[in-house]
């Protein structure tokens, strides 16, 4: 029964083999096939017309089942099945309705990388495990540098995002700050890496942005410890820029109560009305209390690529760390971010040596071992996708794309204040529109109902996906229009669809007889 079993449970390394992408002829028979059918499947996909195909919350539910065999369906089979579980029912953010976010149609070049990045596997921790890719790297982050004004280096690193990059310039802030204002008991810098955060720093140490900041400052600081207590938060002028007036005060409040600010965190694009900061002023400001400056540039920071616009980050090249994001306003498909660290020596706060990946030898010898830079340890070398894009375009091409949703915004405003029924919230600045639908005579008490039931209704069917938001106290509807494809004439047919059913629902909503799409 033994040699029965042995032999029942032998290995078969064919079927291995030609499931891992290898150095087999079947396997790379079975990948070339099936990637050319996948690249069909994604071409008709993107030739179909319709936004989305999905329908609504629970018919999508409905029509998902994850159904896992002891046998499994075979490469082509499993294929099929996921072109129409999963492409087909997929938002295309290509779309010129599909406007509710910062989630952008993609470059050819970016999916083109994906491919060589996803059959590599390159992890970008240690240079042995991405030799070429590392060193790519470091060069594209030199570049992102003098771009942004920080002078050529290699002080920064790729990441997942905007989330991760203000984690790790809130995190090196703060643990700077602490460093500069209290001493470990030999009288020496504290060590927040090394002993903690003290009591007193607990209680003491803040984080100031305005009202409209992404909400990963908060998250960021709570997942550090220091709680949701820890961030003060500024209110916004007109145009929903931090009210630097506002900042000085509260900054000079806190001083007087003992509080110390270890960071300031600007914003370059609000996710909402696309704000930028004043950037000059805010450094000022810092300068004067002692405070490091990070900017959350995740989506303004598209601008240090433009043609016709890069005046409006002026500034950028004071601030101690720098948040981008190239999966926004760079056509990136996700993930693609990178933090920028003017002060290479500030990265002491969070280096840590491990002997199998960055060793004191390979520093030493100059080996490129960038888990050193980055709060992962396993990563994924995203940074191709932005360095083949940029050489395959040309920095003007590659402007004009980003110049486009500027362009775009201002005439999408324009029209909107010369539309009856529609009213214009906010006075855009970079590529966000913020708006709503107000019909004549229509009772005050049901708007806000009104456009989120707009909102819901066009994207259960298809037609649009329009963001929905708060303007102060106001139900706001919003379209990022970063698109570079996208025209006024696809926007004016848009607002068409917001308005007509708007007059389709509004009779039922104030009677109390309409039902949501998304119940």
């Not at 504290?190 to 903690?196: A, E, F, I, Y």
């Not at 409006?312 to 971010?337: A, N, P, R, V």
């Not at 995203?382 to 110049?403: F, H, N, Q």
């Not at 600045?429 to 708007?447: H, N």
């Amino acid at each position: 029964h033994l040699k029965q079993f042995e032999a029942n449970r032998m290995v078969d390394f064919a079927e291995h083999r030609k499931a891992l992408l290898c150095n087999d002829a079947q396997s790379i028979a079975d990948y070339q096939s099936a990637m050319g059918e996948a690249v069909k499947a994604v071409s008709a996909w993107l030739q179909n017309d319709k936004m989305y195909t999905g329908g609504s919350i629970k018919d999508l539910r409905a029509a998902i089942s994850f159904n896992p065999s002891k046998e499994g369906l075979g490469v082509q089979q499993s294929l099929q099945r996921m072109v129409e579980l999963f492409l087909n029912k997929s938002l295309k953010v290509h779309h010129p309705h599909s406007l509710a976010h910062l989630h952008c149609p993609t470059m050819v070049m970016s999916q083109i990388a994906e491919v060589l990045i996803n059959a590599t596997n390159q992890s970008m921790d240690s240079w042995d495990q991405s030799p070429a890719g590392s060193l790519m790297e470091v060069q594209l982050i030199d570049w992102l540098r003098q771009k942004v004004g920080y002078g050529a280096g290699q002080a920064g690193v790729f990441t997942s995002g905007g989330t991760q990059s203000n984690l790790m310039g809130v995190l090196l802030a703060r643990d700077w700050c602490i460093s500069k204002n209290w001493k470990d008991e030999n009288g020496n810098p504290w060590s927040v890496q090394r002993d903690g955060i003290p009591a007193e720093a607990m209680k003491n140490v803040k984080v100031i942005c305005s009202e409209n900041a992404h909400f990963s400052v908060q998250k960021n600081m709570a997942m550090m410890g220091m709680g949701f207590q820890s961030v003060v938060t500024v209110p916004v002028n007109e145009n929903a820029q931090m009210d630097v007036d506002a900042l000085e005060k509260t900054m000079a409040h806190l001083q007087s109560e003992g509080k110390i600010v270890a960071c300031v965190v600007a914003t370059a694009g609000t996710t909402d009305a696309g704000a930028i900061d004043p950037l000059k002023k805010i450094r000022e400001i810092t300068n004067k209390f002692g405070s490091w400056m990070h900017i959350d540039a995740a989506w303004g920071g598209a601008l240090i690529l433009s043609n016709d616009h890069r005046a409006m980050l002026d500034g950028i090249e004071l601030s101690d760390s720098i948040t981008l994001d190239f999966h926004k306003h760079y056509f990136q498909s996700i993930s693609c971010g990178a933090f920028l660290l003017k002060d290479e020596a500030n990265y002491r706060f969070m280096h840590y040596e491990a002997e199998y990946l960055n060793s004191a030898y390979d520093e030493e010898h100059g080996v490129p071992n960038l888990v050193s830079k980055s709060l992962q340890t396993t990563r994924r070398f995203d940074a191709l996708k932005l360095w083949m894009t940029v050489e395959a375009l040309g920095e003007e091409l590659y402007g004009s794309m980003i110049d486009h949703g500027v362009k775009l915004t201002r005439e999408v405003a324009d029209y909107i204040k010369a539309t009856a029924g529609l009213e214009l919230l906010v006075e855009p600045q970079f590529a966000s529109v913020l708006f709503r639908v107000v019909p004549e005579g229509y009772p005050t008490e049901f708007i806000d109902s009104l456009n989120q039931n707009v909102a819901d209704e066009l994207f259960a069917r298809g037609e649009a996906n329009i963001g929905v938001t708060k303007v102060g106290q106001v139900q706001s509807l919003k379209m990022t229009t970063l698109s570079p494809v996208a025209t006024l004439e696809n926007v004016q047919n848009l607002l068409a669809l917001v308005l007509a059913e708007a007059d389709r629902i509004k009779d039922a909503i104030v009677a109390g007889t309409y039902v949501p799409p998304i119940d």
